[in-house]
């Protein structure tokens, strides 16, 4: 009963490839985000949407575009993909918006480019 | 520019003693800081958070210290337990951008029996 679930879990591709990850939440959310945790350990906000709407978009580059269908769903599609991408992509959710709305993540996508 | 520093990479501590995780942070218009647990594979779980409002928050065996002042919270466990043993991470959200954690890199703590 996964209540942020993400596919798929790994992810491995040439560079240059286009790729997409999905991301669910059954929790009844409004809010939903995608993280990625570079090499470093460093964990980093890439996008938020709440209510299907855009309300964070970080200095990700154009290739990375976050389409969200419904409240319940955000998923991340990345084209041209660089070697630079190789990441663990999170995803999250929320009730709503603010820090005292604790945010719960997926298990994460490992995504390797070869 | 790390706005949220976690200096230990690692803590290595006994079962039944106390566990003291630390975190600093740059930015005074932080208003919320939370605590995530890490198992290997898995995303974080929250832990515990506390208001800029308050310097203490305690919840069970977890308790989160804040020093508006030193800028500075620490994450008290006790008494630490094998299962305890994960990556903590330390995470602020600002007042006037409230969507927007700012973590930290982690400190990964290993309870021994």
């Known amino acids: 009963d996964t209540a942020v679930s993400q596919t798929p879990k790994y992810l491995v591709t040439q560079m240059g490839n286009d790729k997409s990850i999905k991301c669910e939440q059954n929790l009844g959310h409004d809010t939903m985000y995608w993280y990625k945790q570079d090499s470093k350990k460093f964990l980093k906000i890439m996008f938020s949407y709440n209510n299907k709407e855009l309300i964070i978009n970080e200095t990700v580059p154009n290739r990375f575009s976050p389409k969200s269908p419904d409240k319940a769903h955000l998923n991340l599609h990345i084209n041209s993909l660089e070697l630079g991408d190789s990441a663990v992509y999170f995803c999250?959710?929320?009730?709503?918006?603010?820090?005292?709305?604790?945010?719960?993540f997926g298990d994460g996508t490992r995504l390797s480019i070869l | 520019d790390q706005q949220v520093k976690q200096n230990s990479p690692s803590l290595s501590v006994q079962e039944g003693r106390i566990s003291i995780l630390n975190c600093d942070y740059t930015n005074s218009m932080f208003d919320y800081f939370l605590w995530y647990k890490k198992y290997p594979a898995e995303g974080p779980t929250f832990l515990i958070s506390?208001?800029?409002?308050?310097d203490k928050n305690e919840d069970g065996r977890f308790t989160v210290f804040l020093n508006k002042s030193a800028k500075h919270l620490s994450l008290h466990i006790v008494p630490s337990q094998p299962g305890d043993s994960a990556v903590y991470f330390c995470?602020?959200?600002?007042?006037?951008?409230?969507?927007?954690?700012?973590f930290g890199t982690g400190t990964r703590l290993q309870v021994f029996p």
């Open positions: 999250a959710s929320s009730r709503g918006t603010g820090g005292n709305q604790p945010q719960h």
């Open positions: 995470a602020a959200s600002h007042l006037y951008n409230t969507d927007k954690l700012i």
């Open positions: 506390i208001s800029s409002i308050k």
